[in-house]
């Protein structure tokens, strides 16, 4: 079994470094190679990484309430660059006031996001959902 | 007496300096104009003759000799992602003394290998994919320059995984087709030793011959590398020391020519400030760059440009002056300053040449603007720390204020965010020996580091 590849890192103008390492233990554990580009990553670089080491998945993370404008046309670079098919991940605060995290939810699946968590997520739940997403 | 001979040729002068290995000293230097078209030798020869030889004749235990002449090593490096494989494989040129002509990322379309033939390189280093990331375009592009119609001397340095299978595939066409460790082995790590040794290498054992330089290895034992791989050498040694001999520590020289400007740090230049967050590519303890639109003479009307009101600014001159004085230059590339002007003119460009190059060679400070308030993004080196700047290179060594001209270097507080040596003592390669102490660092490194240590003068 082949041990696939994600890119993990906080978008924006975001410096959330704790959940940031955390993530990356936990995807470590679970027996993926995690890329992490850190905080303050740019859409360019999320992309520029998954296509050196050829990664299966970008993991985004928002804690600050900028994610919907920080993500907006990720997808979209990813078609343009050739990897268009990639899973994309996205989790944390994602928008900013008391919103219905449906209403997000919709927001990013129609991003181009594959899967959407709401605040409180657990690691497992997305290790989970990659598993099968990617067949393993 | 035991003398050892260290030659540069260099693409206009070959330059000889002979060295008493026991005194550990400089018996003489010379320079004559460098003969690539008839034989090497004879440029060669004409500066050895220029050097009163002892009656006993001269006792040369060793003859080594770098080169920058024919061209200097002229490579082509390629990629995937610009940012990432490509970038890594243009540093990794650059530190083997390389003058990259051309830098391609993504898949090599028939168009790149029309560049390819046009400018002739003499060895293409192939990177692309992290060790066990993208494999497609290493394979794809070992296939594309296999349609080449000329043969070319090639390293690869990209995704370990399919090194061998696209050596196989290029060998069809080229040769040698050397196989080195990734000089992106993960990403965001940058690994450019192996690529480096591979380049030197390959060298040695072809470039030197393809160039007609082997003439002179019947006089000589072998010509190590080229001449900006044997200046770095020199300057990792004096910042590094040897044994128990201390270095000077972490430094930059500079080296100003007539058509670039090399740039040279041996120094981490990891963040000087607390919460600066590194970005980008990792630079290589020992970097250099070169900025072939920053000269003296061949490339004065660039630099010229590129400095724009910055020069004007410091000449306080007209246009019609500047014009003139760019027009002498230019017609003749040998002029040493004649007037009091010209050598005014001199300092400014050579002045703003060293601003600029150092500009481009340190890293950029940059600020984001957070929910938490502001945060520093570090890009590159920030060398603000570094305690020392040691100029080398024609307008350096012959003018009478070297100072004046490497305080280009220094950091400029109205360009903050630009990480140049705040409180630098300057030094001079008054003999203009650092390529010969590269080569004599093969042999004597020792001797080598204590000699830079005694000839290369504090301003």
Not at chain 2, 40 to 48: P, R, T, V
């Amino acid at each position: 079994m082949e041990q696939k590849t994600l890119v993990l890192g906080v978008i924006g103008s975001d410096v959330h470094a704790v959940g940031n390492r955390i993530l990356d233990f936990a995807f470590t554990q679970a027996g993926f190679k995690v890329i992490n580009i850190g905080v303050l990553a740019t859409q360019e670089e999320f992309i520029h990484a998954a296509i050196e080491t050829n990664a299966d998945v970008l993991l985004v993370s928002s804690l600050y309430g900028h994610g919907e404008m920080d993500c907006r046309g990720l997808r979209e670079k990813c078609q343009e660059t050739g990897i268009g098919n990639i899973l994309m991940y996205v989790g944390g605060n994602l928008v900013i006031g008391k919103q219905d995290f449906e209403s997000v939810r919709e927001r990013f699946l129609d991003m181009g996001f594959n899967r959407v968590y709401p605040p409180g997520t657990m690691p497992e739940s997305p290790i989970a959902d990659l598993r099968r997403d990617l067949g393993i | 007496m035991q003398a050892v001979l260290l030659i540069d040729f260099g693409s206009t002068y070959t330059k000889v300096t002979i060295v008493d290995l026991a005194r550990e000293e400089i018996i003489g230097t010379a320079q004559a104009g460098t003969t690539i078209e008839t034989n090497i030798m004879d440029g060669l020869k004409a500066a050895l003759t220029q050097i009163p030889e002892p009656l006993e004749g001269w006792n040369f235990v060793r003859k080594l000799a770098c080169s920058s002449a024919a061209g200097g090593l002229k490579m082509i490096a390629s990629g995937l992602v610009k940012e990432l494989t490509a970038e890594a494989a243009r540093r990794a040129a650059l530190g083997a003394g390389a003058r990259v002509l051309q830098v391609f990322s993504y898949e090599l379309t028939t168009q790149d290998l029309d560049k390819i033939i046009s400018s002739q390189p003499d060895i293409l280093l192939l990177a692309g994919g992290t060790d066990g990331g993208n494999k497609e375009v290493l394979l794809k592009n070992a296939e594309m320059l296999s349609r080449l119609t000329i043969r070319l001397p090639v390293v690869i340095a990209g995704n370990k995984v399919v090194s061998e299978q696209a050596a196989d595939i290029l060998r069809k066409q080229h040769d040698p087709v050397v196989v080195s460790e990734n000089v992106m082995p993960e990403l965001g790590v940058l690994s450019v030793e192996s690529a480096r040794l591979a380049i030197r290498d390959v060298f040695f054992t072809h470039i030197i011959k393809a160039k007609g330089l082997d003439k002179a290895e019947e006089f000589l034992e072998r010509i190590m590398m080229p001449t900006p791989a044997a200046v770095l050498s020199a300057a990792e040694l004096l910042a590094q020391g040897h044994g128990s001999e201390r270095g000077m520590g972490e430094m930059m020289i500079v080296d100003v020519g007539g058509a670039t400007t090399d740039v040279h740090s041996i120094a981490k230049g990891d963040p000087s400030k607390p919460s600066v967050m590194l970005k980008g590519l990792p630079e290589p303890f020992a970097k250099r760059s070169v900025e072939g639109d920053l000269g003296m003479r061949y490339s004065s009307e660039a630099l010229v440009e590129t400095a724009g009101r910055r020069l004007f600014n410091y000449l306080g001159w007209t246009d019609d002056k500047v014009a003139y004085q760019l027009g002498l230059c230019k017609e003749d590339p040998w002029r040493i300053p004649q007037t009091q002007d010209e050598t005014k003119f001199d300092v400014a460009m050579g002045r703003m040449a060293v601003s600029l190059a150092v500009d481009r060679h340190v890293g950029t400070l940059e600020v984001v603007y957070t929910p938490f308030g502001a945060t520093y993004v570090q890009h590159g080196k920030d060398l603000t720390q570094l305690p020392v700047v040691i100029g080398t290179g024609g307008v350096l060594l012959y003018h009478p204020d070297a100072s004046e001209i490497l305080r280009g270097a220094v950091f400029n507080p109205e360009e903050p965010t630009i990480l140049k040596p705040q409180k630098a003592h300057f030094y001079l390669d008054k003999e203009y020996i650092l390529a010969a102490m590269g080569l004599l660092r093969e042999v004597a490194p020792q001797v080598a580091l204590r000699m830079m240590k005694k000839y290369v003068i504090k301003l």
